[in-house]
């Protein structure tokens, strides 16, 4: 059955055997149609977009002419869309506010815009990243269970390890700190090659300069050592009384030094 309307120009087509109706707008050109089931489809020949209505879902789909695919649910407002020339497909939550979007490799991100957080993970490694309003940015790393942290605010880069290790490295100086969660003591490394420890417990601090490869330390009294493995020597300062000591493990001979009054002895 056809039929034509002369006020508008659109005209009708009905197939009684399929259940199908066309309807074609002159003025915008527009080609409508519906099926048996009640989807309702429309056909925009100047973008190139073909519209369809599922009356059973509600939901809304749309193809561009580049094969741009388009999805959108009335009842909870998400909506989907997918770009053929990069295999991307995208969607909305409209209940949370949050962005999502899979790539053609399958590299999956998530973006919150009332947090600022976006989450990404890549397929190939495994790795999922994640930053925040401030601008850190973190990794995991699910094949070593380390877990990485940048702060925009120091440039500072964190990482803790399965075995509860933590570890920062400070670019601007080359430095690298650690921290052994059994044993509680604090490690760093500077870019001059100089290594420190330090027992919080004990109050016991340590430091090997790469240069002379002279070893100091110090314990929670204050008391400072130093050993020089060039000479064999070892060096003691005593914080209550301000005397150095230094013995000589070649000769066995122990001296002593007060440097307030210069005096020098042989203590054994």
Request: hydrophobic share 35%; proline share 7%.
């Amino acid at each position: 059955m056809w039929a034509s309307d002369p006020t508008t120009g659109v005209s009708y087509a009905s197939d009684p055997t399929t259940g199908t109706t066309v309807a074609h707008d002159p003025s915008t050109g527009i080609v409508y149609a519906s099926d048996a089931q009640g989807t309702v489809y429309a056909s925009d020949p100047a973008s190139g977009t073909v519209f369809a209505s599922d009356p059973a879902s509600g939901v809304l789909h749309a193809v561009d002419a580049a094969g741009g695919d388009y999805a959108s649910d009335p009842t909870t407002g998400a909506a989907v869309a997918m770009d053929p020339s990069t295999g991307t497909t995208y969607a909305s939550d409209p209940s949370s506010g949050v962005l999502y979007a899979s790539d053609a490799m399958g590299g999956v991100y998530a973006h919150d815009p009332a947090s600022g957080s976006s989450l990404a993970a890549d397929p190939t490694t495994g790795v999922v990243y994640a930053s925040d309003a401030s601008g850190t940015v973190y990794a995991s790393d699910p094949s070593t269970g380390v877990t990485y942290a940048a702060d925009p605010s120091t440039g500072l880069v964190h990482a803790a390890d399965a075995d509860g290790n933590v570890y920062s490295a400070d670019p601007s100086t080359g430095t690298t700190y650690a921290a052994d969660p059994s044993t509680g003591v604090l490690y760093a490394a500077d870019a001059m090659g100089g290594v420190y420890a330090h027992d919080p417990s004990s109050g016991a601090t340590l430091a090997a300069d790469p240069t002379t490869g002279v070893v100091y330390s110090s314990d929670a009294s204050g008391a400072v050592y130093a050993a020089d493995p060039s000479t064999g020597v070892t060096y003691a300062a005593d914080p209550a009384t301000g005397v150095v000591y230094a013995a000589d493990p070649a000769s066995g001979a122990v001296w002593g030094a007060d440097p307030a009054s210069g005096a020098v002895w042989q203590v054994a």
